[in-house]
């Protein structure tokens, strides 16, 4: 997949998504400073949550004032998401009502998220599917049928650009409910990308190593909270990294992204020459004259600076020798008739 230039591959290109949630605060400026954090920060995309309180709470919720509180007029959705476009930045959209869904599509998101309340609803699924864009549902808590319908709710519309994301914000999110072969089961079960969203204590060092150890699970998206200061303690601060330390944490993945190297059994150029160091070849174990039988007490295996046959391929200078082979000398298959 490749989304912007950016291509996504499973342990080798990873895609890093920083999440603002309502760290925004109800503030354009706001919105937009966390925008130039995360591109800085080396995120590959931003994530907005795109809401209209009174389509997604009832307004008795206790959170439906809060949320009030920080949503975004269309006006000015439109100025963030053309400021953030403007970082380079993919901007992803979690969209929480058909209202906003209509608003993302005028603005021409990138990438869509379905949280895991809509991961059952119909409509917005459809409308999702047939936009044809790449999507990413949220399937944290959810149950395995409940995955399934919306899955096949996109492979009814023929729409298969999708991943799946495990990971759920408890505020934050205990070690132990990370369940990272959860990962591994989704991988194994769909033939879609899988990401992971971590929601740990930030204050943990952990919040750096799991969005990284996820890759090992198969993750190849993985979300991350920022937050432009977090000893603040404003809103969804819980698992929120700072610009700094998001920044090291996305260190951390591209260093895992090196790590696991190509697959199969090719070596670099270090691995060739660390091989010339270490690797014992066959030598000669005394002086040996030409024209002489080479048998198993004429020879030793010994580190040497030269290329040359491996203790496993004795057999094959088991033979006459065609030239004079001083002791330590190394003994190769042409040096033998």
């Known amino acids: 997949m490749n989304i912007k230039g950016r291509e996504i591959k499973p342990y080798t290109s990873i895609f890093v998504i920083a999440e603002t949630a309502s ?4 503030r354009v400026d706001i919105a937009k400073k966390m925008a130039d954090a995360a591109a800085a920060a080396g995120a590959d995309a931003i994530k907005f949550q795109m809401l209209d309180a009174d389509s997604l709470l009832v307004p008795g919720h206790h959170k439906y004032k809060s949320f009030k509180e920080i949503q975004f007029s269309e006006r000015e959705w439109r100025d963030i998401i053309a400021y953030a476009r403007s970082t380079g930045l993919c901007i992803i959209a979690e969209i929480f009502d058909d209202k906003s869904f209509v608003l993302a599509e005028q603005l021409n998101i990138d990438i869509y998220k379905v949280p895991t309340s809509d991961l059952t609803n119909p409509f917005l699924l459809s409308g999702m599917a047939a936009s044809g864009k790449f999507v990413i549902l949220s399937v944290g808590s ?3 049928a409940e995955i399934e319908f919306a899955v096949k709710a ?4 023929g729409n298969k650009n999708l991943a799946l994301m495990h ?6 999110t205990k070690i132990e409910d990370t369940k990272f072969r959860l990962l591994d089961f989704l991988k194994r079960r769909y033939p879609y990308y899988i990401g992971f969203a971590d929601h740990v204590d930030a204050e943990s060092e952990l919040a750096l190593v799991l969005p990284a ?3 090992g699970y198969g993750a190849s998206i993985i979300e991350k909270h920022i937050t432009l200061d ?3 303690k404003k809103r969804d601060y819980y698992s929120a990294l700072d610009p700094r330390e998001f920044s090291r944490m996305v260190g951390l993945i591209r260093g895992v992204e090196k790590a696991y190297g190509s697959p199969g059994s090719g070596h670099s150029p270090a691995e060739a020459a660390y ?9 000669a174990g005394r002086n040996i004259a030409k024209g002489q039988m080479i048998r198993m007490e004429d020879i030793m ?3 040497t600076d030269e290329d040359g046959l491996i203790p496993g391929e004795y057999q094959k200078i088991l033979r006459q020798a065609k030239k004079i082979m001083p002791e330590y000398s190394v003994i190769r298959e042409e040096d033998v008739d």
């Open 213 to 215: 150890a996820a890759i």
């Open 23 to 26: 760290s925004h605060e109800g």
């Open 275 to 283: 091989r010339k160091l270490m690797k014992k070849k066959i030598v």
């Open 142 to 144: 959810a149950t395995e």
């Open 167 to 172: 990971g759920f914000q408890n505020f934050p």
């Open 301 to 303: 295996f010994r580190r």
């Open 230 to 232: 977090r000893s603040l």
């Open 154 to 157: 996109f492979e009814s519309k």
